[in-house]
């Protein structure tokens, strides 16, 4: 399980440094994470409808008429109670939200090094654990190569002594 993960999966409290990474949970209650996204996407469409209405002043043909035409039609867009009450909202939110997404940056960046420090540390155990086997291993190895050797050391000595027996028969019987 990832350091985000488990984050994720126990309580936290508004005191709790991990829970800065409540962002980072993929859970259906996080809707302050769909909230962000969807101010994300309705900003970038408002980009590209500007863009495009941007495109198509440049473009016209039927010059200044239609220019002060498509002025009068967004400035009456613009000064909309509905549209200035949604900017005011949104402007409002903006300023409640800053000091909440920025103690949140906080809290991420001082957990991120214990994250690290997590993480580092189930790499050390798991390395020190495959060193040790691999010692146990290179030992066993050592052992069985010594016990054979040893065997055929003694095997080799077996022999010879035989030989030598042999040689020093045949000697004697001629």
Known sequence: MSGADAHCSRERSA???????????ATPANSQASLVVSLSMKKSLLIVL???GVGYVL????GRERYDLIVDKVTGVWEDPRV?????????????QAPVIRDRAQAVAKAAPGVVADRAKDV?????????????TTR????????????????AAQRAG?????????????
């Open 15 to 25: 005191g709790d440094a991990s829970y800065a990474l409540a962002p980072l949970c």
């Open 50 to 52: 500007v863009g495009l």
């Open 59 to 62: 473009g016209a043909r039927a």
């Open 84 to 96: 200035a009450r949604a900017r005011r909202e949104a402007a409002r939110y903006a300023r409640e």
């Open 124 to 136: 050390a155990a798991a390395a020190k654990a495959t060193a040790d086997r691999t010692v146990a």
């Open 140 to 155: 066993r190895v050592a052992d069985r190569t010594t016990s054979a050797a040893t065997s055929a050391a003694a095997t």
């Open 162 to 174: 035989e030989v030598r027996d042999n040689i020093l028969e045949d000697d004697d019987e001629q």
